[in-house]
C-alpha cells in the first residue's frame, strides 16, 4: 500500500465541545414553570425538518465521538465521526480528519466511499481532492487519482505535495512533457518560500531522470530554481545545507562550497555546514582543505562520530591505514551504528593485509547495523584473501541480492569482476567468463577485466586472437602494469612467437616490485622455446624460491645442463 503523505493528510481542528453541546441544550430546553410560554412558530416545510434532524443528528454524532475520544476511544471517536459525515458533508475539516484517519489505518475501502461522495461537490476545498488522490493511488487507480490530483491544484491553496504526486505519476507514466508547465505554474505560485522551491527543483530532477529526452531541460530547469532559492537568501541553516546539497547533486560542487561558505560566515559553530565542507572537499581531492575543516569540527563538536569517520577517509585518502583504522574505531565506538565507519575499517584492514580481523569487523557490524550491500561484498573480499571461497561466493551473493534492489543498482562492473576472479580460483571456468563478460557489458574499457579474461583465454588457449586485442587494450589503459605486460607475453607464447613473447615478459618481470613465481615460470618457457637455456635455467630456479612447484622443479631438471645455440 502506497503510504500517505503527511503533508496530504489534514488535521481537524477541534470543534468547540462546550458550543456544540449548547446548541444541542438550546434545542431541548423548554418554559419552565411560572414563565410565560414560548411563541408559536409557523409550522416548517417536510424538506426544512429533514434537514433539521439530519443536523441535529450530525452535531449529536460528534458529540458522541468528542466524547469518546476524551476516554480514550479512537475507534468509536471514528465510528461516531464518520456518522457525521453521512448526515453531513458541509464540515470540510472533519471530513478531511476522517479520511485521513481511515488512511493511516489501512482503511482505503472506507475512506474511498466518503471521498468520492465529497468529490462530486462543486465546493469541495483542494485538501479533499489532494487526500482523494492518495486513496486512489493506494489501489493502484492512478488515471483517476491524476484528476483528483490536478483537481486540487486548481483549489487554493495549494500545497506542493500535490504537484509532487502529480509530476511522480506523469514520470512513471513517461508523459514528462505534461509536467513541465505544471511545474512552472508551481514556481510561480512558491516564488517566496524557498523550502517548497527546493522541493520543485526534486521533481525537475524526477523527470529528468524518468526520461532522458528531458535531461538536459530539466537540469537547467531545476538549477533556474535553485538559483531563485538563493537569490531570496534563506536563514534557516537547513534550507542553506538543503541548498548546497541539490548544487552537489546536479554536479555543481563550486556553486555547493559557495552556499556551505557564506553558511558558516552567518554560523561558524554550525557542525553541519563544517561537515558538508569537508565531504565535498573529500570527494574532489582537496585532501587539505578537507583536514582543516575536520580539525575545526572537531574543535567544536569533539563528540561527533562523523568527524572521526571522515579524518579516517581522509587518512584512507593519504594511504596511512594504521592511522584511519584508529579514527574509524573511536567513530564506531561513538556510534556502533554508523556503517560506513564499520565498511571503511574493513578497507583499511584489508589495505593492512589483515583480512582476518577485517571479518570479525563485517561480523560485528551485521549486528549494529541494517544489512547492506557493502558489508557484504567486503565480506567477500576478505574471506577470498582468506581462500575461503565458498564463504566468499556466499556473502558475494548476498551483495548480488542487496545491489541489485538499488537504483541504481550497486553491483557495478567492480563487483562482477571480484565474483568472476574468485570462480576463476575456484575452478568454475563457466561462471567466471559469465560474469567478467557482466564486468565488460557495464563498462567495456574496464582494464583489470580485460587483462583477467584474456589471460584465462591464453592460459587455456582459447580465442587467443580476441584475448591478445582484450589485453593490448589493457595495456593502452596502464602501459606499465606489469601484470598486463605478463599477460601480452603469455598469449604471445600461446600464438607461437616465442621472441615477441620473451621480450614482454622481461619487461615484467623488469618493473615487478618482488619476484613472482608465475611470471618467472613464463619467463623460463619463453626462454627456452627461443634455446635460451641459461635464461630458462635461471628463471625457473628463481621462481622456484619464491614458490615450490614440482611441475617447474621437473622443467629445471630436465633443461640442457649449457646453453645451445
Known sequence: MTPVPRSVLFRVRPVGFLMVLAVLVAG?????????PVPKVAPVSSAAQADWERRAEAHAAFAAGLVRGMNGDSEGLLNYFERVTEKDLSNYELVADVARRFLQQGKTDRALKLLDRVAERPDAPGELHALHGVALTSVGRTAEALKAYMRAAERPPVIVAVYQAVVRILADDRRTAEALP?????RKSFATEPGSLLDIADLYRVIGSADARWQVQAKAAALEVLAQVRSLKPEDPALALRLSDRYAQLGQADQAESVLRELQERAPRNSAAVSRLAELYLRSGRIPEASRQLEALRKIDPANPVTYYFLGVVALEE???????????RAILINPGLEPAHTDLAVALLSLLRPEEAVNV???ARKEVPPSFRIEYLSGVARSQLKRFDQALEAYSAAEKLGSTNQPPLTDHRFYFQVGAL??????????IEYLEKALELKPDYDDALNHLGYMWAEKGK????????IEQALKAEPENPAYMDSMGWVLFKLGKHSEALDWLLKARQRMTEPDATVLDHVGDAAAACARWDLAREAWAASLKVEASSAIAKKLADAPSAAVK
Open 182 to 186: 505544471l511545474l512552472i505554474r508551481a
Open 463 to 470: 580465442n587467443l586472437p580476441k584475448a591478445r586485442a582484450m
Open 423 to 432: 570462480l576463476e580460483r575456484k575452478g568454475d571456468e563457466t561462471k567466471s
Open 319 to 329: 594511504k596511512q591505514f594504521e592511522r584511519a583504522r584508529n579514527h574509524f574505531e
Open 362 to 364: 563485517l561480523d560485528r
Open 28 to 36: 431541548c430546553r423548554t418554559s419552565a414553570p411560572g414563565q410565560a
